[in-house]
């Protein structure tokens, strides 16, 4: 029967807890990422905010790469009552006279202060994932090391 040391117990659970916090981290990541996407495409008025959001939220990258293209392709605004598309810049509805609903500025101040927030949150998650992911690499070649040179290694 082998021995098991304490410190190989202790290396292993350091292991997993470290997973369990870098998987944390990543998870937030991703929770940033679609909320800047989310914060930004209602800046923008860009249709369906929420679903730009959960795409970028769960799929990562690539949705929101092509939310970014998408956004700058602007499409004409339905009218609230009558459904009808408004140009560009419209003030009122052509068909049925409703004014267009314009946010103030006080409104796009906090629209745009939330999506740089969530920018900010996103890209210094991001980093730290990165980094958490260079000292989990560090960790098991330490780990290793440790074992081959003290002689304290199972046969795997």
Known sequence: METVYTSDISWIFGIIIFSLLLSLVGIASSVFLGLCVYSDARFKNVKNPAMWGLLSGFLGWIPAIIYLVIRSQQSPKPCQ???????PGAVFCNICGTPVYQPGPEELAVFDKRRKRFLILWIA???LTIVAVF????FIFYWVNDMVNTGNYYNW
């Open 135 to 138: 000292f989990f690499i560090g």
């Open 125 to 127: 998650s991001y980093v």
């Open 81 to 87: 009552r009558c459904f009808d598309l408004l140009p």
